[in-house]
């Protein structure tokens, strides 16, 4: 387990576009760097696409190897190490507690109350039974809690979840565990919309509310988008809120899924992370979505908007669990009573905490439900269509090593994240492209019958792939990105209706090929969203770009954390 734990810090050394990608060396190229191509519809992308696919070197496998020891992973082994998720104050006391608390509590300012709040009391240097008490807090968001909770990979003394959703959940899976205080810093999720949509709303729905605002939403009368239900609380408060807006007589009945899975077909895809929604609202994309309240008051730019609360509370109620000690709990104790003193709630209020509390939440699932409600939202978040993904992979030379060996294993593990019914294709390059892993079925003859599910079968011809790459030569990504799109197109000419997606795993800077400006009119043209898994990387540059085409993602992870990353990935978009 620390053997590959291990490895996997160094995946990300493997999974990354740098922040200073700059396409030198065009030899295939006909626009520079600082030009930008025409954009395209979609017929001319895919003729532009073809005439440029002419000046790339690729080669397909025709007997893929099979992984025939291929093992199940358990959902344990499949995390990172519980470290990759950052200590922001670590205690030293004779009773120490740590405490995994929810991120917008415990990161960086303003989000770090708890953070302030456990620096002061381990100041303190209060006793219990006559020893010395501190906290340690860890900055962990409150569906990766559960999920490593779950996995039996994590035991904390006490957990500060957003909302109590999490804590009944945790309950609901068997995890014994005891809420102590209903609420250490007051919150509500709520939909941010502009003015302007908000009018409308008013106008052809009447009163601006969470129902007839996802009634507009289905009606196609405004853009809405909410983050994933899996790790953000409020994604699940919002999903949980949607399911009862389609059926509220019974929110997870066979109507609510079919509504849930009509409006998926044309929403736009869940998002990666709020920041993307944030990135979204500014440039006008979307007209609504969610948001917590602290967030919203600290984030000058969607001042602009109006907050509308929903559903159930963000309280941050504290938990302790049934293999703490008798002195772990009274340290726990003694850590809520001090977080509830007029000091620590003052400093919560200065933080955009404890606002709304005249605001009267809508009444909570049992943790069965949010569970199902999830597996509800999986099932259905495509709208009903497979997704066809190509996996595009850099074994150039600077991946030579650790980097590509710590790449193979991260994605072998987060495979099982993959839905079966799914088509998936795996490319490779560095300075020519290899399609190690084709969608296509071929009969006998070799004509295409059809797509091949990602079942058993091709999941360890997957497998097998990635354990077989070597890394050496040149970086020509760009090449690589325009053989995954005729991969794409060519699935889209059999099953029109698939979601297409790219993932990009890459370390290095495009030193040979087409360059970015040059293909990002049929990236564009073709409306393939690019997910790019970046390393080491810092914000600005031609990675960010790529992603933003279509508005994906770029995927910031620590050499540690990749499998986690890859695994929300997969959640959301597979």
């Not at 690729?58 to 990172?80: F, N, S």
């Not at 519980?82 to 009773?95: C, L, M, V």
């Not at 941010?192 to 129902?211: C, D, H, P, T, W």
């Not at 193979?408 to 593990?413: D, I, M, P, T």
Request: a negative charge; hydrophobic letters at 40%; one cysteine or more.
């Amino acid at each position: 387990m620390k053997r590959m734990k291990k490895t996997i810090a160094l995946l990300l050394a493997a999974l990354t576009c740098a922040a200073a990608i700059t396409g030198c060396g065009p030899m295939n190229s006909t626009v520079s760097m600082g030009e930008k191509a025409p954009a395209l519809t979609v017929a001319e992308a895919g003729k532009e696409l073809e005439s440029l696919l002419t000046k790339v070197t690729q080669t397909e496998i025709e007997d893929p190897v099979l992984d025939i020891y291929m093992d199940e992973i358990g959902e344990a082994a499949a995390l990172a190490d519980i470290n990759t998720f950052d200590i922001a104050e670590r205690g030293t006391g004779q009773i120490n507690i740590e405490i995994a608390a929810a991120t917008e509590l415990s990161s960086e300012a303003p989000d770090d109350w708890i953070v302030a709040v456990a620096r002061n009391f381990n100041r303190e240097k209060l006793t219990v039974n006559g020893k010395t008490v501190s906290v340690t807090i860890r900055t962990i968001t409150s569906g990766e809690i559960l999920t490593y909770l779950n996995a039996g990979a994590y035991q904390p003394q006490a957990a500060v979840f957003s909302n109590e959703a999490w804590g009944l959940m945790a309950e609901a899976s068997g995890i014994g565990l005891t809420k102590i205080e209903d609420r250490l810093a007051g919150n509500t999720a709520g939909i941010l919309m502009s003015r302007s949509a908000s009018e409308k709303i008013s106008e052809k729905y009447g009163k601006v509310n969470f129902e007839n605002i996802i009634q507009a939403a289905r009606d196609k009368a405004l853009v809405f988008g909410y983050p994933n239900p899996y790790t953000s609380s409020t994604g699940l408060n919002g999903l949980a809120c949607m399911l009862e807006a389609f059926d509220p007589s019974d929110p997870l009945s066979a109507k609510a899924s079919e509504a849930l899975s009509q409006y998926q077909r044309t929403a736009p895809p869940v998002a990666y992370t709020t920041a993307v929604l944030r990135n979204q609202a500014k440039k006008g994309i979307i007209d609504a979505m969610l948001m917590e309240e602290q967030a919203y008051i600290n984030t000058p730019e969607l001042s602009d908007y109006i907050y509308i609360p929903f559903g159930i509370r963000h309280d941050h109620p504290f938990y302790i669990f049934d293999w703490d000690t008798q002195d772990q709990k009274d340290a726990a104790e003694l850590f809520a009573e001090y977080c509830l003193s007029e000091q620590s709630q003052k400093l919560a209020t200065d933080k955009g905490f404890n606002r709304h509390d005249d605001y009267k939440p809508a009444e909570p699932m049992s943790g069965q439900q949010y569970l199902t409600a999830q597996s509800l939202w999986k099932e259905n978040k495509s709208g009903g269509r497979r997704v066809a993904a190509v996996f595009i992979a850099d074994i150039s030379g600077s991946m030579k090593g650790d980097p590509l060996a710590s790449l193979q294993e991260s994605v072998v593990a987060a495979l099982p994240y993959i839905g079966s019914e799914n088509y998936v294709g795996l490319v490779s390059y560095s300075t020519d492209v290899t399609i190690n892993l084709s969608m296509l079925e071929k009969d006998e003859k070799g004509d295409v019958t059809g797509l091949k599910p990602f079942d058993d079968r091709q999941r360890a011809y997957f497998s097998g792939e990635i354990k077989n790459l070597q890394a050496s030569g040149n970086t020509a990504t760009y090449d690589a990105v325009l053989v995954g799109l005729d991969m794409i197109n060519q699935a889209q000419q059999i099953e029109p209706d698939v979601v297409p997606i790219i993932v990009l795993l890459t370390d290095g800077q495009a030193q040979s090929g087409y360059t970015l400006p040059r293909i990002t009119s049929i990236v564009e043209g073709m409306r393939v969203p690019v997910y790019c898994i970046a390393y080491n990387y810092n914000s600005g540059g031609e990675l960010e770009t790529l992603a933003g085409i279509n508005e994906a993602s770029t995927v910031k992870a620590g050499s540690d954390d990749v499998v986690n990353q890859l695994r929300n990935l997969f959640n959301t978009q597979l």
